[in-house]
């Protein structure tokens, strides 16, 4: 039995952050587990800008209002959900996800939660569990699923380890250079490509 597991940011929409980084100006918004694979670090970095800039998450969600899936990413999913099991492992958080998925045809996602205050501020984060997508990967294998994992970035690097298989997704060059075994694939064709001799076997 196959199962894929996929990232979500970078592999099928765009850099949530990023996409608020440039609605804002905000330079230091860009920085992602791309730059940074510490994800507390990272996150607490997000919410003091946030709070300095007087940012509430009405903004956010008016950037993901106006986002859309990459390019290609609508047809894989289809074609992916109609030759096997999908979930999404996601470090966003489900308060920013629901556009999204809806563009996407609602596939499942695990994710993480915000504490938003009754003013619209972003005072805090939690996971929905520590390491999350490698856990993920390692109960669904421990039902008896072979697992085909894709991600981008650092973040994902743990659920690409225990699955049965990695692919990157338009990585980094540092990440690239440092997994030199995992495949990288710049686009969802390839990246279907990829997959369905797995598929098929």
């Known amino acids: 039995m196959h199962l894929v597991t996929l990232d979500l940011e970078g592999v099928l929409i765009p850099e949530i952050w990023i996409g608020l980084a440039e609605k804002t100006g905000i330079e230091a918004l860009q920085r992602t587990t791309r730059d940074e694979p510490d994800y507390d670090k990272l996150m607490r970095y997000r919410l003091d800008i946030l709070r300095d800039n007087e940012i509430r998450v009405e903004t956010i969600h008016e950037v993901i209002g106006e986002m859309r899936p990459l390019e290609g990413a609508r047809e894989f999913m289809a074609w992916l959900r109609s030759e096997t099991r999908v979930i999404i492992l996601s470090?966003?958080?489900?308060?920013?996800?629901?556009?999204?998925?809806?563009?996407?045809?609602?596939?499942?996602?695990?994710?993480?939660?915000?504490?938003?205050?009754?003013?619209?501020?972003?005072?805090?984060?939690?996971?929905?569990?520590?390491?999350?997508?490698?856990?993920?990967?390692?109960?669904?294998?421990?039902?008896?699923?072979?697992?085909?994992?894709?991600?981008?970035?650092?973040?994902?690097?743990?659920?690409?380890?225990?699955?049965?298989?990695?692919?990157?997704?338009?990585?980094?060059?540092?990440?690239?250079?440092?997994?030199?075994?995992?495949?990288?694939?710049?686009?969802?064709?390839?990246?279907?490509?990829?997959?369905?001799?797995?598929?098929?076997a």
């Open 91 to 200: 470090d966003t958080f489900a308060q920013f996800a629901g556009p999204l998925m809806a563009q996407l045809g609602f596939p499942t996602l695990f994710c993480h939660d915000l504490v938003i205050d009754d003013d619209g501020w972003i005072i805090d984060y939690k996971l929905r569990q520590a390491d999350q997508k490698k856990k993920a990967v390692e109960a669904f294998r421990s039902l008896g699923f072979s697992i085909y994992a894709a991600g981008d970035s650092y973040n994902d690097v743990s659920m690409l380890e225990s699955a049965d298989r990695a692919i990157l997704f338009r990585p980094p060059e540092s990440l690239r250079e440092e997994r030199p075994d995992w495949p990288v694939v710049e686009s969802h064709e390839k990246l279907r490509l990829e997959l369905e001799p797995l598929l098929k």
